[in-house]
């Protein structure tokens, strides 16, 4: 098995680097690329030994459907779909192939609206209690940013210290090296003041990362992610009913978004906080609580016929 997986890399090395190297000039993150590459090696292992010239739609879709009975859902399908479409395209600007077969495979119809996972004020309170030790100024700031920032773990990993300005704005590199200005709120730049100080000072003099490790480099999205897990273990020790509630780092994300919601926050600004491309991934967040539904439905209950001078609680089956 492990000499198939060297000979398929070895039929296929140019085009990896080929790949490899346009997504460099692209200006795509390290995250993107890794996992651009991971699901590629992938697909070429399913289509080895054939001539990528060779391959059309028909074996792509064999290899989603293999996907799908291993059981990958229609996020993850559609994930590895993107990555098979950006490489044939990497080779058809390189000029090595000249038709990009998976450009006409459709996606899968993802559930809409779905509700995600977020945290209540009061449990976001509790999660930062216990935040103590050594690197609680760098934690404290960490998750901070996301739970109050809406920021992604890997624009956190990409801060850097220029990117905190005097007046508390923070300048932050977001998906498709979009930039966005985020103001913070005064308590939130004080967090941020306090991490820049007790700021570990890097092994290379020109680290210029705003959270750096215990080894003096810059902190990886890896560790940014054990930070948030921690904290959650912690949380769920004082929390038993949030025992079967799966938390990750990007929950906190969905948690300030609710947030903002919940205070009235228009979407466009929303979109623009959360550094949304599209309208529509903003949109989620306007489901996440049935109580402004419930409100506004209650405003109109005076009105319904019948029911105007009567007291609806007699009314009411039992």
């Known amino acids: 098995m492990a000499g198939q997986k060297h000979n398929v890399m070895d039929t296929y090395e140019s085009e990896l680097r080929l790949f490899s190297m346009w997504m460099k000039n692209r200006g795509m993150t390290k995250a993107t690329q890794h996992a651009y590459l991971c699901d590629t090696r992938s697909f ?8 990528l010239d060779e ?27 993107s990555s098979i479409r950006t490489f044939y395209k990497s080779l058809v600007e390189m000029d090595r192939l000249h038709l990009n077969p998976a450009a006409v495979i459709a996606k899968s119809k993802q559930e809409k609206n ?15 209690e216990p935040m103590e030790g ?78 750096v490790s215990q080894f003096g480099r810059r902190l990886s999205i890896r560790m940014i992610q054990a930070i948030a897990e921690e904290m959650f273990a912690k949380l769920k020790q004082k929390n038993p009913d949030l025992h079967a509630k799966k938390l990750s780092s990007h929950k906190l994300r969905h948690s300030f978004a609710t947030m903002q919601i919940r205070s009235g926050t228009d979407i466009r600004t929303l979109q623009e906080l959360l550094g949304h491309s599209s309208i529509e ?30 007291d609806v609680r007699e009314e009411m089956p039992t």
Not at 44 to 51: E, F, G, Q
Not at 114 to 128: K, M, N
Not at 170 to 179: I, N, Q, S, Y
Request: hydrophobic share 35%.
């Open 55 to 81: 391959v059309g739609k028909v074996e792509m879709m064999g290899y989603l459907s293999q996907a799908r009975e291993r059981g990958a859902g229609d996020e993850s399908r559609n994930r590895k779909l």
């Open 114 to 128: 779905r509700i995600p996972v977020y945290l209540e004020e009061d449990q976001l309170e509790a999660l930062f």
């Open 134 to 211: 050594k690197y609680a100024a760098r934690n404290m700031a960490i998750l901070c940013l996301m739970a109050y920032a809406g920021l992604r773990v890997g624009e956190i990993h990409r801060l850097n210290r220029q990117d905190l300005t005097q007046d508390g704005s923070l300048h932050v590199l977001g998906k498709g090296r979009k930039w966005r200005i985020i103001p913070l709120p005064d308590i939130l730049h004080v967090h941020m003041r306090q991490a820049l100080e007790e700021r570990i000072e890097p092994n290379k003099s020109k680290e210029e990362a705003f959270f």
């Open 281 to 310: 991934t903003t949109q989620i967040y306007t489901h996440v609580d049935n109580k402004q539904l419930k409100h506004a439905m209650n405003n109109i209950s005076g009105k319904i016929p019948g029911l105007r001078h009567r």
């Open 44 to 51: 070429l292992h399913s289509i080895y030994p054939a001539s």
